[in-house]
């Protein structure tokens, strides 16, 4: 038996390290530890409750602007503000652009180089790579042109001597399967993706002001200027010797048409280039559909509320799945989620207890072993990130656990895109529940999601022209007028999945704050009972064909494009890339 430390694992967020260990050239038993304290349920305690969302956000740059999100609605639901519609849908429109530029960079900058052997790249044949991209895809001219320019890039970057992102990869493994000119093809809009993400900046930039980290939350709707809609409007000042550059307001009528032409841009690269790539890839690589299976359990909190009620209608809808089941989906409600430090760098009254955030403490105590770790073996407790559970089972959450909800709770799109996508890949819906499977079902969810964009935006214009010019509802605006003590709460979804956030509010200050993000749930290390957490049990069955070249290990842990900084909220410094520290030989061999 063969244990292997990966430590860090890069192409993340935040700091992981995946333990396995392998026999017979298979993961027989994993360990995901999240290697960073964070601290952000402390930072908030005592706050202003309007300030939490300009803070809790600050978990994670790459998460731009989930936790300000979830913040916002847990303080709104402990004030009992509802916001106007206009707020719903500039919510609905920056998190759903977030959601898109997030999945084709968690794919083509982060998961991809797993599959696509960027070295090999540069040995393809432009017309050929060419033909292939016409063959998979009706984007319109993507000629040899554009291949051989890509070619010379990453030629001239891999001969540089300065690699840089391609150090410490595994180029070369007979694990890569693709030809040299899918390889160039992906590794071309790896390079194209980089721009066409500055773009969706821009588009995130017009409503929130700023990327990463909005800065036009406001506790009861969004601080945007509404369009002037009277002969009030003041003459501009004259500054005579200064030019004045800017883009035009957000939703001006220039503003909501120049966002109209972005979105239709990201339309466009998620269904002619991401989706069919991803397919591409998918199909040489099928097999994948049968390995990191995982614990079958899926969660999904649902998202972008598609009506004003109390409780709207999600496009995304809320639901889980239990050990496989795809006959049903359960409801879901706040009360069922608890967390355990069981196995984490926590103290508490009781370590083995699920405990209701409401309920939840952060107490830091580090209890593993002292830098530098070769292995984490003989260590009880060995994460900074807790161990969430619904109802105390273990769940999947994402991409791929909100596409199974929504296809088997029969949400027409989901449902429409998902068999679109398996038909081509002739695979059934529970070969979903794979490492393949989470890579496939993130491309679909871009789509369905990238889809509605226009939607949301086009019903804000509509809603703006009927004269309702409404952004804030700032009734709960004076702490005066508080309760003297409330709690609140929120369900939503990151692009990595469920993402839930607590508060009780004492003296109209933050008592106690406690949030649950998606990668907790899927980096989550085992509970009071030893079950694992989402990715370790994915990871359990993974072949590894050489313990010093892991890539499958990474395919899996990718696929859940785990961003460990808000899991938790040391690192080896001898790393440098995604490398093996330790190889821990264990028994006869
Ligand atoms: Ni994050
Ligand atoms: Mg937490």
Same mark, same amino acid.
């Given at each position: 038996?063969?244990?292997? /430390?990966?430590?860090?694992?890069?192409?993340?967020?935040?700091?992981?390290?995946?333990?396995?260990?392998?026999?017979?050239?298979?993961?027989?038993?994993?360990? !995901? +530890?999240?290697?960073?304290?964070?601290?952000?349920?402390?930072?908030?305690?005592?706050?202003?409750? $309007?300030?939490?969302?300009?803070?809790?956000?600050?978990?994670?740059?790459?998460?731009?602007?989930?936790?300000?999100?979830?913040?916002?609605?847990?303080?709104?639901?402990?004030?009992?503000?509802?916001?106007?519609?206009? #707020?719903?849908?500039?919510?609905?429109?920056?998190?759903?652009? &977030?959601?898109?530029?997030?999945h084709?960079?968690s794919f083509?900058?982060?998961?991809?180089?797993?599959?696509? %052997?960027?070295?090999?790249?540069?040995?393809?044949?432009?017309?050929?790579?060419?033909?292939?991209?016409? !063959?998979?895809?009706?984007?319109?001219?993507?000629?040899?042109?554009?291949?051989?320019?890509?070619?010379?890039?990453?030629?001239?970057?891999?001969?540089?001597?300065?690699?840089?992102?391609?150090?410490?990869?595994?180029? =070369?493994?007979? #694990?890569?399967?693709?030809?040299?000119?899918?390889?160039?093809?992906?590794?071309?809009?790896?390079?194209?993706?980089?721009?066409?993400?500055?773009?969706?900046?821009?588009?995130?930039? *017009?409503? !929130?002001?700023?990327? @990463?980290?909005?800065?036009? *939350?406001?506790?009861?709707?969004?601080?945007?200027?509404?369009?002037?809609?009277?002969?009030?409007?003041?003459?501009?000042?004259?500054?005579?010797?200064?030019?004045?550059?800017?883009?035009?307001?957000?939703?001006?009528?220039?503003?909501?048409?120049?966002?109209?032409?972005?979105? /239709?841009? #990201?339309? /466009? *690269?998620?269904?002619?280039?991401?989706?069919?790539?991803v397919?591409?890839?998918?199909?040489?690589?099928?097999?994948?559909?049968?390995? =990191?299976?995982?614990?079958?359990?899926?969660?999904?909190?649902?998202?972008?509320?598609? %009506?004003? +009620?109390?409780?709207?209608?999600?496009?995304? @809808? $809320? =639901?889980?799945?239990?050990?496989?089941?795809?006959?049903?989906?359960?409801?879901?409600? &706040?009360?069922?989620?608890?967390?355990?430090?069981?196995?984490?760098?926590?103290?508490?009254?009781?370590? #083995?207890?699920?405990?209701?955030?409401? %309920?939840?403490?952060?107490?830091?105590?580090?209890?593993?072993? +002292?830098?530098?770790?070769?292995?984490?073996?003989?260590?009880?407790?060995?994460?900074?990130?807790?161990?969430?559970?619904?109802?105390?089972?273990?769940?999947?959450?994402g991409p791929l656990? $909100?596409?199974?909800?929504?296809?088997?709770?029969?949400?027409?799109?989901?449902?429409?895109?998902?068999?679109?996508?398996?038909?081509?890949?002739?695979?059934?819906?529970?070969?979903?529940?794979?490492?393949?499977?989470r890579t496939v079902a993130r491309a679909v969810e871009a &789509?369905?999601?990238?889809?509605?964009?226009?939607?949301?935006?086009?019903?804000?214009?509509?809603?703006?022209?009927?004269?309702?010019?409404?952004?804030?509802?700032?009734?709960?605006?004076? @702490?005066?007028?508080?309760?003297?003590?409330?709690?609140?709460?929120?369900?939503?979804?990151?692009?990595?999945?469920?993402?839930?956030?607590?508060?009780?509010?004492?003296?109209?200050?933050?008592?106690?704050?406690?949030?649950?993000?998606?990668?907790?749930?899927?980096?989550?290390?085992?509970? /009071?009972?030893?079950?694992?957490?989402?990715?370790?049990?994915?990871?359990?069955?993974?072949?590894?064909?050489?313990?010093?070249?892991?890539?499958?290990?990474?395919?899996?842990?990718?696929?859940?494009d785990?961003?460990?900084?808000?899991?938790?909220?040391?690192?080896?410094?001898?790393?440098?890339?995604?490398?093996?520290?330790?190889?821990?030989?264990?028994?006869?061999?």
């Amino acid at each position: 038996m063969t244990r292997i /430390a990966i430590d860090p694992i890069t192409r993340i967020g935040g700091h992981l390290r995946i333990e396995v260990e392998v026999s017979n050239g298979v993961v027989t038993d994993a360990w !995901s +530890s999240g290697t960073m304290f964070r601290g952000m349920e402390l930072i908030l305690k005592g706050r202003d409750p $309007r300030d939490a969302w300009l803070l809790a956000q600050r978990i994670c740059g790459t998460c731009n602007g989930v936790h300000a999100l979830a913040s916002v609605r847990a303080v709104e639901n402990a004030l009992g503000v509802a916001i106007p519609r206009n #707020a719903r849908l500039v919510r609905n429109i920056l998190a759903g652009t &977030q959601f898109v530029q997030d999945h084709v960079t968690s794919f083509y900058h982060r998961h991809a180089l797993d599959w696509v %052997d960027l070295v090999a790249a540069t040995t393809a044949d432009p017309e050929a790579t060419a033909e292939l991209a016409r !063959s998979i895809s009706d984007r319109g001219p993507s000629g040899a042109l554009t291949f051989r320019a890509a070619k010379e890039r990453w030629t001239a970057y891999v001969g540089s001597g300065q690699p840089m992102a391609l150090a410490n990869a595994y180029w =070369g493994s007979p #694990a890569y399967e693709l030809t040299p000119e899918a390889d160039l093809m992906v590794a071309a809009h790896y390079l194209e993706a980089l721009d066409w993400r500055r773009r969706m900046t821009q588009l995130q930039t *017009f409503l !929130s002001g700023k990327s @990463p980290h909005p800065q036009t *939350f406001l506790v009861g709707g969004m601080a945007l200027v509404p369009p002037w809609g009277g002969p009030e409007r003041p003459a501009a000042k004259e500054h005579p010797r200064q030019v004045v550059r800017s883009s035009p307001a957000a939703l001006s009528e220039r503003g909501l048409e120049d966002m109209a032409d972005l979105i /239709a841009e #990201a339309k /466009a *690269f998620v269904e002619q280039v991401y989706l069919p790539d991803v397919l591409e890839i998918a199909g040489t690589y099928r097999e994948w559909a049968a390995i =990191g299976k995982g614990i079958g359990s899926y969660l999904a909190y649902g998202e972008f509320p598609e %009506d004003d +009620s109390s409780e709207p209608e999600l496009l995304l @809808p $809320r =639901g889980r799945i239990m050990n496989h089941d795809v006959a049903r989906v359960e409801t879901v409600d &706040q009360v069922g989620v608890a967390e355990t430090v069981a196995h984490s760098y926590y103290s508490s009254d009781d370590d #083995a207890a699920l405990v209701h955030p409401w %309920d939840g403490q952060t107490v830091p105590k580090y209890a593993g072993p +002292s830098a530098p770790v070769t292995s984490l073996e003989g260590s009880s407790k060995y994460s900074w990130a807790k161990a969430p559970r619904y109802q105390d089972d273990p769940m999947e959450v994402g991409p791929l656990a $909100r596409m199974l909800v929504g296809y088997i709770g029969d949400r027409a799109v989901v449902r429409s895109k998902l068999a679109e996508a398996i038909g081509t890949l002739r695979i059934g819906p529970d070969a979903l529940m794979s490492t393949l499977g989470r890579t496939v079902a993130r491309a679909v969810e871009a &789509q369905v999601v990238v889809d509605r964009l226009d939607g949301w935006l086009q019903e804000l214009t509509d809603n703006l022209a009927t004269g309702d010019l409404g952004l804030a509802d700032l009734s709960a605006w004076d @702490p005066g007028s508080w309760p003297s003590e409330a709690r609140g709460w929120s369900f939503g979804e990151s692009p990595r999945g469920a993402v839930g956030h607590w508060l009780t509010i004492g003296d109209r200050r933050i008592e106690d704050y406690q949030l649950v993000d998606g990668s907790t749930w899927n980096c989550s290390p085992r509970d /009071a009972r030893g079950r694992r957490g989402a990715m370790e049990e994915a990871l359990v069955g993974t072949p590894v064909n050489d313990p010093d070249e892991p890539v499958e290990i990474l395919r899996t842990v990718h696929s859940f494009d785990p961003c460990t900084a808000c899991a938790v909220h040391a690192f080896d410094p001898r790393g440098a890339g995604s490398i093996v520290i330790g190889i821990v030989e264990k028994g006869s061999r």
